[in-house]
């Protein structure tokens, strides 16, 4: 059960409700973000909303049977609209595209990728500055000093940068130069850094595990949403599985299950979700008619000499046939 309360409540009546809930025997969590306050309850049996509903300071009462509460459909019939104070929306309204290289090498390389978005009309440029790899000696990205620049030139041509956090230390100092925190497939159950970007009013994109279920991946977001964001995405991103013909296997069922599920959006990563260039067009066409909000697509104009997953990474030509596919596809939907 979810408690709306009143954005006005004041102290009096906050109190009136948890002594009201607690002479009731009713286990209670507050959730303050930066839309609402919530309590989140767990009655240990079936429960008559209505002995709760007309107290004062109470907006509303959800029943939600499942195991995710905050994210859950069951309690929020409108589909989460994440905003930006430039009107940018991400949402099932709003279909978003997000690219770039995987890691941030160059000056040159983040120039070369912006006036590629500028000229597709694309928003968001993903580029990675920490990069958790496998192998320790392969490159790991430019850090702070690589976020401060890509931030400058994207500033200058008004677009925003979605880039990886890998540790909570990292937050504060990534913070005003990030527009979108995006935590990767294997920090996907890192509960510390969860609970530390829900303390953060940036949106997150937070990609499935890389070997997560669905329930997995929503019990991620309960966390950073239960400790005050609401400003989330979901990313199916490809699992791993016994297949060894492509990198992972590209879980397009997820889309309409995790709508069904969750009002949060859900992009869909065709670049890590395959891994093969010459099949990623054909799998971000494939997520869009499955339904999903957005894209997150690896973008580089020499996949190649790529620093990082140039095997999976689209050029500028072949991304910007990929939008114009993306756009009549999009037209014949609707």
């Excluded at 400003?231 to 599985?241: F, P, V, W």
């Excluded at 296997?249 to 859900?266: F, G, R």
Aim: glycine content about 8%.
């Amino acid at each position: 059960m979810i408690i709306q309360l009143d954005v006005s409540l004041d102290q009096e009546r906050e109190t009136g409700i948890f002594s009201a809930l607690n002479g009731m025997e009713i286990p209670f969590y507050p959730v303050q973000t930066q839309v609402g306050h919530y309590l989140v309850c767990t009655p240990k049996a079936d429960f008559d909303i209505r002995k709760v509903g007309h107290l004062p300071g109470i907006r509303d009462v959800h029943r939600v049977s499942g195991p995710h509460k905050m994210v859950s459909h069951k309690w929020k019939v409108d589909r989460t609209a994440i905003h930006f104070e430039d009107g940018t929306t991400i949402s099932a309204q709003d279909f978003t595209v997000m690219a770039g290289p995987c890691s941030v090498e160059s000056e040159e390389q983040v120039a070369a990728t912006l006036d590629q978005l500028v000229a597709n009309n694309i928003r968001f440029m993903r580029g990675g500055v920490y990069k958790p790899r496998t192998s320790p000696y392969s490159f790991r990205g430019l850090g702070l000093e690589g976020l401060k620049m890509f931030h400058e030139l994207c500033r200058e041509k008004g677009v925003k940068i979605v880039t990886e956090v890998m540790e909570a230390g990292q937050i504060d100092a990534m913070a005003p130069y990030v527009d979108v925190f995006q935590v990767g497939a294997r920090n996907s159950q890192n509960f510390n850094l969860l609970e530390a970007l829900g303390k953060v009013d940036k949106p997150v994109l937070l990609k499935r595990g890389i070997s997560g279920s669905i329930d997995e991946l929503l019990y991620s977001a309960e966390y950073i949403f239960k400790n005050g964001n609401e400003r989330l995405m979901l990313c199916e991103r490809g699992i791993r599985t016994f297949e060894k013909a492509y990198r992972n296997t590209l879980d397009l069922n997820a889309v309409p299950i995790l709508k069904e599920k969750s009002h949060l959006p859900v992009i869909v990563d065709p670049s890590h979700g395959i891994g093969l260039r010459k099949h990623v067009a054909q799998m971000a066409l494939a997520s869009v008619a499955a339904g999903a909000d957005g894209l997150l697509v690896e973008i580089h104009e020499t996949p190649e000499k790529a620093a990082t997953d140039g095997q999976q990474t689209l050029d500028f030509d072949e991304f910007a046939s990929l939008m114009r596919q993306v756009k009549r596809l999009k037209e014949v939907m609707n």
